[in-house]
């Protein structure tokens, strides 16, 4: 027994150095992204003189639009969205809302602000979905269609809008986000630059606690709630602090279901959507990849850090943990549909670099570090680890998360300025600070448990939908 208990006490011993190691290397990367995240921002603020968005926006020669709109149960916010993206600077547009199987009035909510009737309207692609019920066209502004469908999920919806939209780039939003006047216009610009690109995302930023009047943010603040700026920063950091990095390499997997542009035949060729999974935004996004590195053809997926796109964060703690549960579960989901890709020639530096760096630093992160700091704790009272070392570890652990924090501030600030105000430059301090203690462990905790779910249980979630309780954007305060 006594054997036993000594080879115990070993490994628990042993467990700290990788665990530091791993901490080390979670850092280091961490700084190799935000610097290249900051040098892509300089190199922005540098050009945007010299780009005439406001052109693309009017020009009779640029590329025209079709906004899909997956709305299911969204009569809070349906009318908000519509009219805020008819607000859009961009001359050929269109904005098809799906009404994916709805039960209460988004249809009513349309109807009434839109003034629907009736319409024949042949579909341009064949992507396989839900029973449509009708086509309904706008008599106020002949831009707006709505398609009512029965229920199959966002992801059904979303090729059912391809199915019906005219235009060769699709831009796919949620339902419940507000899109900033001249946003098209500047990811369009990405288009017609490089003809090269098939997709490109832009940055979702929290509306919560900003006054939104008829449709547009007319003041932003951050939110009042300490768990709503919390969220505020990991957006940050999620753009910012990451993809502006994997954009300029070229290696980016993933672009926000809550705003994306495409090309139309490419995400046809590609088959559209995902319905068997719960992620199917990033799910896309790597397939893609995958079906133009099959057949050799270029492949430019970006990131534009200034158009941006405002979304509701959740309010409560048991609706954010289960949105949390979903983007992780969808990301295990994404990466195990994949993993053929990994260290495959064919597929480059996505292959050799960003599919390794999401298993070993997103994906699996909760559980070495939740497992990790568990077993260090059991070492450290047995006394075979360092307390020297357990205390680096968790430093490194803070560390990591308030570096980032105050770095993508710094570059928010640099760049875009999109809170003037140092009250609320003060409040996102703040919060990148307090997120240290308690809330990235609970994190951490919710992550572990969705890992094990995608890991050993699959995927059971065809045609749902990943929905929270909304409000009207012009209940901000």
Known sequence: MGEVRDTIVSVLGVIQWPLLAYMIALNAISTVLIVTGWRSVHRYVT??????????????????????VPAHNEEPTIVDSVRALLRSRYGQLEIVVINDGSTDETIAALTAGFGLVPVERVPRSGLATAEVRGVLASTVDDRVVVIDKAGGGKADALNCGINYAQFPLVCAIDADTLLDTGALSRL???????????????IVRVVNGSIVEDGLVSEIRTPRTLLESIQVMEYLRAFLGGRLAWSRWNMLLIISGAFGLFRRDVLVEAGGYDTSTVSEDAELILRVRRDRADRGLPCRITFFPDPICWTQAPNSARVLARQRDRWQRGLGEMLLMH????????????????????????????????VGVVLVTIGLIAGSVEPFVYVLILALATAYGLFLSLGVILLEERAFRRYPQWRDLLQLSIAALAENFGYRQWQAWVRFRATGRALFRGSRHRGVWGAMPRSSFTSAP
């Not at 005439?52 to 899909?68: E, R």
């Not at 369009?188 to 832009?202: L, M």
């Not at 999401?358 to 909760?366: K, Q």
């Open 339 to 370: 993993r053929r890709m990994l260290f495959r020639r064919r597929y480059g530096r996505t292959g050799w670099i960003a599919l390794p760096y999401y298993w070993l630093f997103e994906f699996l992160e909760p559980v070495i570090t939740v």
């Open 47 to 68: 050009m945007r003189p010299l780009r005439d968005y406001a052109y693309v926006g009017s020009s009779p020669l640029s590329m025209p639009v079709s906004i899909l």
């Open 188 to 202: 369009v610009w990405e288009f017609q630059s490089h003809p090269d690109t098939v997709a490109t995302g832009g």
